[in-house]
């Protein structure tokens, strides 16, 4: 088991590799991967935040913040996942010990940076999903995010999510 000390004021400070390796979180990526794939949806994203729904993050990256913060994971069809949160980027080096993706970005709001990653990994237009969004996020940045994906097509994927996160693996019944 990993562990930083002492313990963080803003969120989870261990990740126990043994009980649960990357594999597992791997292995979930890519159940998502051939759900979307069926619904020819380009890009997903679930979003978490703060004290009590940081389940959807944590599903994917074992990262859970304990502050009323938000968190995106986006999962392409193609390519690696990618882990935004709102936060300070010196908190960087401890998140990349309690998680294992690699491509993370620390930031303001997690709604201007999922525009500019869909701009930049040039998904707009494209089909988009969505999981914890239209229940989670705070409105202004859900309207930001609704005026700015005008040209794409958004679907519901929250049941997706929540049939995955019902049925436990081994691994986590162990």
Do not use: H
């Not at 020819?40 to 944590?58: H, K, P, R, T, W």
């Amino acid at each position: 088991m990993e562990t930083m000390q002492p313990t963080l004021r803003i969120g989870r400070n261990v990740w126990d590799r043994v009980n649960l390796p990357e594999t597992e979180f791997q292995e979930r990526i890519e159940r998502i991967k051939e759900k979307m794939k069926k619904q020819g949806i380009d890009v997903l994203f679930l979003y978490s935040s703060g004290f009590n729904e940081y389940g959807n993050a944590c599903y994917l990256t074992n990262f859970v913040v304990r502050l009323p913060q938000g968190t995106l994971v986006a999962v392409p069809q193609d390519g690696e996942i990618t882990l935004f949160f709102e936060g300070s980027s010196r908190m960087l080096p401890t998140v990349k010990k309690t998680v294992w993706v690699e491509d993370i970005t620390a930031c303001r709001d997690v709604s201007q940076e999922m525009v500019k990653y869909l701009k930049e990994n040039n998904l707009i237009p494209s089909k988009i999903g969505f999981a914890g969004i239209r229940q989670l996020m705070p409105y202004n940045q859900y309207q930001f995010l609704s005026e700015s994906l005008d040209q794409c097509e958004i679907v519901d994927v929250d049941q997706i999510i929540k049939d995955m996160r019902m049925v436990k693996s081994s691994r986590e019944q162990d």
